[in-house]
């Protein structure tokens, strides 16, 4: 069964500081991995998707995230954070066949991320 | 619409009663999804519509829970006699086709069951 572990619950970061978050993920195929953000009384926000081709992929607000395969990581950046940040962060993972259609994504638990001035 | 549209945002239901969720996905998006969040198990996948069909039911959590989807648009997900335990966010998304290839969430209807 496909599974995503995301190590850390809570993160706070200065203001301007770098930023990583982390996900692992279980699936016995080739996965397609995403990463959501989700501020207070909202919905999710499709922050990057990976399929396949080049690891290291942009998504909007300035992060970026990569691949790898042989640590099952898909591990999401930010060179600098503002405050508009703070916010809940999920990892998903879907399949190259389930396509995330079926079977739906798999999600990790979130990590919310709260930002120092 | 422009974006997925969930109604009500909020419900507050007594327990024993049953409530409609409401999902009004974007136009076109053939593929549609019901997903719980609660604070104890995180984001729960439910059901996934192709069209009007839901292949696979078995992601609901009891048969007190159901969904429908018409006319390839409006999904309806119902629970009947209302518990304590299903007060969570009832999320819904949509996407162009079920590749997997990220959907967009609407904002979601919080239930409380009291």
């Known amino acids: 069964a496909q599974s995503v572990t995301q190590p850390d619950i809570h993160i706070t970061v200065s203001e301007g500081a770098s930023l990583e978050l982390r996900c692992n993920y279980s699936y016995g195929a080739t996965p397609y991995l995403f990463w959501y953000v989700q501020s207070p009384g909202q919905g999710l926000q499709l922050l990057l998707k990976?399929?396949?081709?080049?690891?290291l992929v942009q998504g909007i607000k300035g992060f970026e995230a990569e691949f790898k395969r042989s640590q099952s990581s898909f591990n999401l950046r930010k060179p600098s954070v503002h405050w508009s940040d703070a916010a809940e962060y999920f990892c998903?993972?879907?399949?190259?066949?389930?396509?995330?259609?079926?079977?739906?994504?798999?999600f990790g638990k979130g990590t919310h991320l709260i930002i120092q001035p | 619409g422009a974006g997925v549209s969930q109604s009500p945002s909020n419900k507050v239901t007594e327990k024993g009663k049953d409530v409609e969720l409401r999902c009004d996905p974007i136009?076109?998006?053939?593929?549609l999804y019901w997903y719980r969040q609660s604070l104890g198990q995180g984001l729960e996948f439910l059901i996934y519509?192709?069209?009007?069909?839901?292949?696979?039911k078995s992601g609901l959590p009891s048969d007190r829970f159901s969904a429908e989807r018409t006319g390839g648009s409006v999904s309806t997900l119902t629970i009947q006699r209302t518990q304590q335990e299903d007060s969570a966010v009832y999320l819904c998304?949509?996407?162009?086709?079920?590749?997997?290839?990220?959907?967009?969430f609407g904002s979601g209807t919080r239930l409380t069951v009291v």
């Open positions: 998903a993972v879907g399949g190259m066949y389930s396509g995330g259609g079926a079977d739906g994504l798999t």
């Open positions: 998304a949509s996407s162009l086709d079920s590749g997997g290839r990220g959907y967009t």
């Open positions: 136009s076109g998006h053939t593929a």
């Open positions: 990976y399929f396949s081709g080049d690891t």
């Open positions: 519509f192709q069209g009007n069909s839901a292949p696979d």
